[in-house]
């Protein structure tokens, strides 16, 4: 095997000030994974984040539960733009919180969660370029399929599927703690696949 | 750095694949390229993300050596800037793996596009901004027009066209319509001393 050939991946430029980190021990966390940001940023127990994963704290504190995974070229903590007029009055300041995921949160490819109070709960699947605006409560077991767009300052109620442009069902297949534990198997074999660098961060 | 001058944005193999600079490829030793492929700027394939779990003696493909292809490319594939290829991932006998990503020849992928298919087919063009869900499968000449969300382990067959959140089959590919899939033209275009597109 051709051992020498190592992955491509460009430089990152690194904007802005490297955030205060607080990560448990057992976190997996991609060399190239972007943190950024004055607030504190926290990570609990047995999270994966994928390489080119942004985490950006200038809105406000992120905190992310345990076993959630957030996948690559994620954006947490985005100050929005497009919803700067219907923001909720509790405006991202200083020691705001900005993003809260819960525990077995999983974030996909490219998808966008914006700073200021926004709140993503237990087990929910935020699919492939979906955009939570700011402030938003998504509730527990929810699955937002791909391309989703939350509006900044909305709620989903627990097991809501999001689907085909805003339409929106009730998942009654009971398989919360199924997809739980699926989830942590997957954790088991990215934790595996993924080069940890956490003291980069510190 | 370099010590040849001119340093192009792309770098170009012996085998005529088109490589980006600024591409971001994870686990290079795992992808599999199968010549003058193009992939542009931005472009993420995650080669990491291999089989965890080798099947057992049904398929016999590895032999002596474990087969660890993760993503494999035929010719003349197009990988537009900032599209995104990801092995799909699923329980499998009560264990998380990752299974390999096929792609056929002459395959398009338009920017912005994530793909997690199980296998692609040749001659197959796939919009921007596409989410193509793990687990799907495309057949040959099938034509995904923008914005397309293809929902996970579904079937297009061949000669389709697909649109929509989630997909749907809205037509066919007309007779005679399958020469637009070629993309000989199109490789020729882009590189680093790229020819101008025929007119």
């Known amino acids: 095997m051709s051992s020498k050939r190592h992955s491509i991946l460009p430089p990152i430029s690194q904007p802005g000030p490297k955030p205060p980190v607080q990560f448990s021990s057992t976190i997996t966390i991609a060399d190239s994974a972007i943190l950024t940001g004055t607030n504190p940023i926290t990570i609990a127990t047995e999270s994966v984040i994928h390489p080119r994963a942004k985490i950006e704290s200038s809105g406000g504190r992120i905190t992310i539960g345990r076993r959630c995974v957030v996948h690559e070229r994620v954006t947490l903590g985005a100050i929005g733009n497009s919803s700067s007029s219907q923001r909720p009055n509790n405006v991202t300041g200083g020691g705001e919180t900005a993003v809260t995921l819960a525990d077995y949160v999983t974030v996909e490819v490219g998808a966008s969660i914006e700073a200021g109070d926004t709140y993503i709960g237990e087990g929910t699947t935020v699919g492939v370029g979906s955009k939570v605006g700011a402030g938003a409560v998504v509730g527990k077991h929810c699955t937002l399929t791909p391309h989703t767009h939350i509006r900044a300052g909305s709620s989903v109620p627990d097991f809501t599927v999001v689907y085909s442009n805003g339409m929106r069902r009730t998942d009654k297949r009971g398989v919360a703690e199924l997809k739980n534990k699926g989830v942590a198997r997957q954790i088991d074999v990215l934790r595996r696949m993924i080069p940890s660098n956490p003291s980069k961060f510190m | ?199």
């Open chain 2, 1 to 199: 750095m370099s010590r040849r001058p001119p340093r192009g944005e792309y770098i170009e193999t012996d085998t005529g694949n088109k490589v980006a600079r600024k591409a971001t490829l994870v686990g290079t030793q795992n992808i599999m390229l199968g010549g003058k492929t193009v992939i542009q700027p931005e472009v993420m394939i995650r080669g990491d993300l291999v089989r965890s779990i080798q099947s057992s003696s049904t398929s016999s493909s590895g032999g002596a050596t474990p087969n660890n292809t993760a993503v494999a490319i035929g010719r003349y594939c197009f990988l537009s800037r900032g599209a995104c290829l990801r092995p799909p991932g699923r329980l499998y006998k009560g264990a998380f793996t990752y299974m390999p990503l096929r792609m056929g020849d002459h395959v398009f992928v338009g920017p912005g596009s994530v793909i997690q298919a199980a296998s692609i087919g040749s001659h197959v063009y796939i919009g921007a901004r596409v989410v193509v869900g793990e687990f799907a499968i495309l057949k040959d000449y099938v034509r995904v027009l923008d914005g397309t969300v293809i929902p996970p382990n579904m079937v297009v067959p061949s000669f389709t066209i697909v649109a929509g959140q989630p997909a749907r089959v809205i037509g066919e590919v007309p007779e005679g319509g399958h020469e637009a899939f070629e993309l000989r033209d199109l490789y020729k275009t882009v590189g680093n001393n790229p020819h101008p597109a025929p007119a």
